[in-house]
């Protein structure tokens, strides 16, 4: 961590090309130079930003190992700065996961499966993806942190239980596409991920950085908006439009302590009151007959 | 004929929209579905009515007057006020246009079907527009830009292959009070989002007469129906019509295979589109 106390972070809103793999990766090298040059120490790219977001079948073919040469051009980008970004993760049992990756120094920090694959409407990701089964935290040189992918976060419980943890900051890449046109200034997309950012940030008093990609596919738009938000709530950061962008924002990492210590809803959390709730609505809920 | 009230009446509360908002989304959608599959120009059929207005105009701010090629293609029984609509936009624009009168090819074929109702002639001539459409297309090195609107395309009140074909469409998730709204904001000329809506097949013909409803009340009843999926006893407790509903859902579900690709027997394990499944916009 920096003496001073203060992070500079990058949020990559980019429009990825869909299935093309090699010219994402080229591109990401793009961004990470930008972003070095810049001074920046933590940088951020969206959901699948190696792939692209409505892949179907292409799933299969965009995956790639967690090791092998591709993973090893992966880690080159972090030597300088950390680096989140997401691509499709083939385990060596042949299931393929949305993940977003952590790397930092060179090697891979931490892993997150995407949990919950939204599977309705427009969506389609449970035919393709498997569903990963943890929400881990994981130490960065910036206090510790934990990542969620785009429907992730709207689970009440993905964030309660990073927070628990103890996480200073909550990263969300995300490939949110925009629908919802009423007489409002944004699209309803905009204004429900406003809400939830906001609102994760300041009931659990934490940094949360969303970062969402841009461009069109298959004529669903993404409408970007990615943002930084203080552990009291407050926007740090914002892009209005949805053109690419390199979001920057200088996190003062003291703000979770002082906050925490203007509101301490972590210290007065009851964890096992809501353990035990849980089991017993649990036990309810499986003991019924039908 | 009933006097359009296409602007002249408050609008339904959900169907309002930030015409600034859709704007910025659907010129961007335009560029990019354009371009990335390695094009820069777009041609349509621009028959002086409101959609395909509001799909040049948005085309236009999107390319550049410059890239953009409107096709004018009367019938000889078409109102002669569309093509003059029709040549205000392409002024008003300063896009390219090329009038091409389907008169005669029309006429010669049907020389041989004499008996042919008005029906067959409308969908023919819808096909023919569609046909000139694709070759100019390929001899201009464009794209086909659609204008059929969200309630055209739910109750099938188009031609497949005909007017209904395209290679994108700006305006397919619009129902005609939101183009009304759109094509009014953008500066489509109010003449023309003002008049009755036709698909001039012939003199006089008029939308909203052929399909026995106004538009405005048709995209309440979708807007309940598809876009919140009431129930038809939630919508006639709502207030709608019994009669009205059933018509409604009616053409909705039986005009669904205009919506499709023709259904593929299924053999082998990868069926096209069944478990063939890529995006359109593959490698882009």
Known sequence: ?290 | MSVPASLTEPIFPPLRINPELVRGILVGFIRNEVRKVGFERVVLGLSGGVDSSLVATLATEALGADNVLALIMPYKTSDPKSRGDALQVVQQLGIHHLEIEISPQIDAYFARFPDADQKRRGNKMARERMSILYDQSWGWRALVIGTSNKTELLLGYGTIYGDMASAINPIGDLYKTQVWQLADAVGVPTSIVQKAPSADLWAGQSDETELGFQYRMIDQLLYYLVDRRYSVEELTRIGFDKTFIEDIVRRVRDNQYKRRLPVIAKLSSRTIDRDFRYPRDWGH
């Open chain 1, 1 to 290: 961590m920096r003496q001073d106390g203060q992070l500079a972070v990058g949020l990559v809103q980019m429009d990825p090309a869909l299935g093309d793999r090699a010219r994402n990766l080229e591109r990401h090298r793009q961004w990470v130079r930008q972003a070095t040059e810049t001074g920046v120490e933590l940088l951020v790219f969206p959901e699948l930003s190696l792939t692209g977001y409505f892949l179907k079948d292409l799933v299969a073919e965009s995956a790639i190992p967690l090791d092998g040469a591709v993973m090893s051009e992966l880690r080159a980008l972090s030597k300088n700065l950390d680096v989140v970004l997401g691509g499709v993760i083939e385990d060596p049992d042949h299931r393929y996961f949305n993940a977003s990756l952590y790397f930092s120094g060179g090697e891979l920090v931490h892993v997150h499966r995407k949990v919950y694959l939204p599977t309705y409407g427009m969506f389609d990701e449970h035919r393709y993806f498997a569903a990963g089964d943890r929400f881990r935290s994981f130490k960065t040189g910036f206090g510790r942190a934990g990542m969620l992918v785009c429907e992730d976060i709207w689970h009440l419980s993905s964030a309660y239980v990073l927070s628990l943890e103890g996480v200073d900051m909550i990263i969300c890449p995300s490939s949110s596409p925009g629908r919802g046109i009423t007489t409002d200034e944004r699209l309803g997309t905009a204004e429900s991920y406003g809400l939830l950012c906001r609102t994760y940030a300041q009931f659990l008093t934490t940094f949360f950085l969303y970062c969402n990609r841009v461009g069109y596919e298959d004529g669903a738009n993404f409408w970007g908006g990615s943002m930084v938000i203080g552990p009291n709530g407050d926007i740090i950061a914002q892009q209005e439009d949805a053109d690419e962008a390199l979001v920057l924002a200088n996190l003062d990492l003291g703000d979770v302590r002082r906050e925490r210590l203007a509101n301490p809803l972590l210290r007065d959390e009851r964890v096992e009151l809501t353990i035990n709730e849980l089991r017993r609505v649990w036990h309810e809920r499986t003991r019924k007959p039908y």
